[in-house]
């Protein structure tokens, strides 16, 4: 939406703060894990969120000469190859890992306007590697350096109402005459030291990445030359984070920080206004050009007290400061009312706040405990640095949220059942909302939502052959006043959800067979904030299924299939009313191989 907004998930690589999903979109061949963590986030570790993190734990390098060869093919020419080395130099004390991945697919979306050309294609590559160092056997120092590449026809609607609707309601059509490019090119480097003491470890964390953006894509999604949008943008993230925590198993454990955050960001957004919307021989090209810098210093604590054996208070606490400073400017070269110049000018945010949280926990035995959880989140003010057609809306409010949560986790049956359940209440002012002006989209603020529900988690260990795994969940989250639509679903809020996964699996000779189906269900929801009927997602269930063959030295061949009831849904709107409403939609049916070999 805007250089100057902030994520309300955090995305994280091995602790390193890398923005939202789009940010972390490299592909990751070597990981080990993914913590999940929900509600505000920012007195454990990194910065401040208001609605979780996710941090994807990637394998660190260790002794032993060992690798991994991949292959996939599948569906809609998909091709993906990939390699992992763990390479050791000196055994215990340097030792390094590399990994590369290619991904090529053939886009699922074919352009009438120019047959043979197709969108939403996946064509990029990524690499990492790493080294780590061990002087001292309390002393570990890991150096990991990453790189991404993309260059893609990616993010392409099709037209499903409006007067520019051509009829068409196949899901795996639309039309463009203009342009469709996009280019992502990431990098990144951390050093990570980690000095154990007798009794508490320190951390630093010290980050730089980089990411260079371009696309120019046409925006009415027909025939005709009517509108294109286009983005530059030169992204540049520096963070340096302290962390101490005691160490060993004390009736009081607590862990400090500073997180420090810089992000020196340029964007260039373009509207392109061609004939066919200005008429013959007429066209307008809107540029906007954005310089933002946002300076960021918590400091952060959490400590966690043990009553008595069945009682645990936990508290954190984290001071946030943020600064942004903001360049703007937008030029036009035809003078139409909201599509024209903005004088060059400058503001600036400058604030801090404080973020707390509180967890009282009760064990009833060594597998079992209640808790209670009430956290406030933040999320620091900004702006839209997009083609604007009201100046008066760059900016936007900070969003706070205050977070209730109640819960049970309980083991049972020698730990083959496990059961982890939550009620929970949030409560938003001034809660930040992207929103569509025209043709350009911004962020600006409702004055309250709130939204409750329930979730319920189970894994089981039915026998040696099956395991299984379910969860439902419900929500009920409206915007309590922001004028015409208050009482609006918020954005992708299905009021049920529910998941089923089986693992069934049996050895036979050399190795194992198992198959492995998934099934996903969410009830309607939309995917904007206004409701918008054409965008609505209707009610559907997702089925996946692996099944294959591992063996004992090390390959395996699995067959998979996605989407296997090609169930199609919208993901995202645009709407330039009463010319269009246009969609992105979910992916067909896909299977394929996959082909691996660890040595």
């Not at 990029?124 to 890991?142: C, F, H, I, T, Y």
């Not at 990616?154 to 007067?163: H, I, K, P, S």
């Not at 915007?479 to 208050?486: A, C, L, P």
């Not at 394929?592 to 070999?597: F, I, K, Q």
Request: aromatic content about 10%; some cysteine; charged content about 20%.
């Amino acid at each position: 939406v805007g250089s100057g907004s902030d994520s309300s998930i955090g995305m994280y690589i091995d602790e390193v703060f890398v923005g939202d999903e789009r940010a972390a979109g490299q592909r990751l061949l070597d990981i080990e894990s993914i913590q999940l963590l929900r509600g505000p986030q920012g007195t454990l570790f990194g910065r401040n969120t208001v609605a979780g993190a996710v941090n994807i734990v990637t394998r660190k390098p260790e002794n032993g000469f060992s690798g991994v060869l991949s292959s996939t093919v599948g569906s809609h020419d998909l091709r993906q190859y990939g390699v992992i080395a763990n390479l050791p130099i000196v055994e215990d004390r340097l030792l390094t890992r590399f990994s590369y991945v290619m991904r090529e697919r053939e886009g699922y979306l074919a352009n009438d306007a120019s047959p043979g050309q197709r969108g939403n294609n996946e064509d990029g590559d990524s690499w990492r590697a790493q080294v780590l160092a061990r002087p001292a056997e309390s002393l570990d120092v890991l150096l990991s350096v990453d790189s991404s590449k993309d260059n893609t026809c990616e993010n392409m609607f099709r037209v499903v109402d409006g007067l520019l609707f051509a009829g068409v309601t196949d899901p795996d059509r639309s039309a463009w005459d203009g342009p469709c490019e996009s280019d992502r090119d990431a990098g990144a480097a951390s050093l990570r030291v980690d000095q154990r003491f007798e009794t508490m470890a320190l951390s630093s964390i010290t980050a730089l990445r980089e990411t260079k953006t371009s696309f120019l894509t046409d925006r009415d999604f027909t025939a005709a030359p009517i509108l294109a949008t286009g983005l530059n943008s030169d992204e540049r993230i520096f963070s340096q984070e302290f962390r101490l925590i005691s160490t060993g198993d004390r009736a009081l454990n607590w862990s400090a920080g500073v997180y420090y955050f810089q992000r020196r960001y340029t964007q260039e957004t373009i509207l392109d206004l061609g004939p066919g919307f200005l008429g013959p021989g007429n066209r307008n090209t809107v540029t906007a050009t954005a310089h933002t810098e946002t300076q960021s210093l918590a400091a952060y604590a959490t400590a966690e007290y043990r009553i008595t054996d069945a009682w645990r208070a936990e508290l954190g606490l984290r001071y946030t400061h943020e600064a942004k400073d903001l360049e703007y400017r937008q030029t036009a070269t035809l003078p139409i009312p909201g599509f024209g110049v903005v004088a060059p000018f400058e503001d600036k945010t400058d604030g801090g706040e404080w973020s707390p949280s509180f967890t009282l926990s009760y064990h009833l035995n060594d597998d079992a405990m209640l808790y209670g959880r009430l956290a406030r989140g933040y999320k620091s003010s900004g702006f839209n640095t997009a083609v604007s057609s009201n100046p008066s809306r760059i900016a936007f409010d900070p969003e706070f949220v205050t977070s209730y949560e109640l819960g049970y986790r309980a083991a049972y049956l020698n730990g083959r059942l496990r059961v982890d359940g939550s009620v929970f209440y949030l409560d938003y002012e001034s809660i930040q909302v992207a929103d569509q002006d025209g043709a350009g989209f911004f962020i600006g603020n409702a004055a309250s939502a709130r939204s409750f529900g329930a979730e319920l988690q189970l894994n089981a260990r039915l026998n040696a052959f099956v395991d299984l795994s379910a969860g439902m969940g419900y929500v009920d989250a409206r915007y309590e006043e922001y004028g015409v639509r208050s009482g609006n679903d918020l954005p992708r809020a299905p009021r049920w959800t529910g998941s089923l996964a089986l693992d069934m699996h049996a050895a036979v000779t050399g190795g194992e067979l198992f198959v492995a189906p998934e099934i996903f269900y969410r009830s309607e929801n939309f995917v904007d904030s206004a409701n918008t009927p054409q965008f609505a997602q209707p009610a559907h269930t997702l089925v996946n299924l692996r099944a294959g063959y591992r063996h004992n030295d090390g390959w395996s061949i699995v067959a998979w299939g996605r989407n296997l009831t090609d169930e199609r849904v919208n993901l995202g709107g645009f709407a330039v009313a009463p010319l269009l409403f246009a969609v992105t939609t979910s992916p067909p049916r896909t299977y394929g191989v996959d082909l691996r070999w660890e040595f």
